[in-house]
């Protein structure tokens, strides 16, 4: 099961970086043997819920380095690697709601998966409580 929710978040973590580099006018979609839009859910072409300027600019980039750091900290959690075990839930928690934030302010087809994958860690954390002991017992 541990190795279920490392995959989710390493999954998660990358596509809320993919903020950081938005895919650019009139440019052609990631290949398919990346995963195309699906796993880079980001174009400057999206209609975004905020008007295109310095908010957006400035908020697109914090939300998707505090959800992927938050992500790649939980899995170093996980992994028993320099994160404390007891921050795990909160990590997820802590990127799952910044993830939620920038795919809202995002929204666009290719924000399904990701939405779809914050619900499900919340939902391990908040439904069925796990922590590092848990999921290597």
């Given at each position: 099961?541990?190795?279920?929710?490392?995959?989710?978040?390493?999954?998660?973590?990358?596509?809320?970086?993919?903020?950081?580099?938005?895919?650019?006018?009139?440019?052609?979609?990631?290949?398919?043997?990346?995963?195309?839009?699906?796993?880079?859910?980001?174009?400057?072409?999206?209609?975004?819920?905020?008007?295109?300027?310095?908010?957006?600019?400035?908020?697109?980039?914090?939300?998707?380095?505090v959800a992927g750091a938050?992500?790649?900290?939980?899995?170093?959690?996980?992994?028993?690697?320099?994160?404390?075990?007891?921050?795990?839930?909160?990590?997820?928690?802590?990127?799952?709601?910044?993830?939620?934030?920038?795919?809202?302010?995002?929204?666009?087809?290719?924000?399904?998966?990701?939405?779809?994958?914050?619900?499900?860690?919340?939902?391990?954390?908040?439904?069925?409580?796990?922590?590092?002991?848990?999921?290597?017992?």
């Open positions: 099961m541990w190795i279920v929710l490392l995959v989710a978040l390493l999954l998660a973590a990358q596509l809320n970086l993919t903020a950081l580099v938005p895919l650019q006018p009139g440019g052609a979609p990631p290949p398919w043997w990346v995963g195309g839009m699906l796993l880079w859910p980001f174009s400057s072409e999206t209609r975004t819920l905020l008007p295109p300027g310095d908010l957006l600019n400035t908020l697109t980039p914090v939300l998707g380095i938050a992500f790649l900290a939980a899995a170093a959690a996980l992994l028993g690697w320099w994160v404390p075990a007891s921050w795990l839930p909160w990590l997820i928690v802590v990127g799952a709601v910044a993830s939620i934030v920038l795919q809202v302010v995002w929204m666009s087809p290719w924000a399904v998966l990701p939405l779809l994958l914050d619900v499900a860690l919340l939902w391990a954390v908040f439904g069925m409580r796990i922590s590092v002991a848990t999921l290597r017992a």
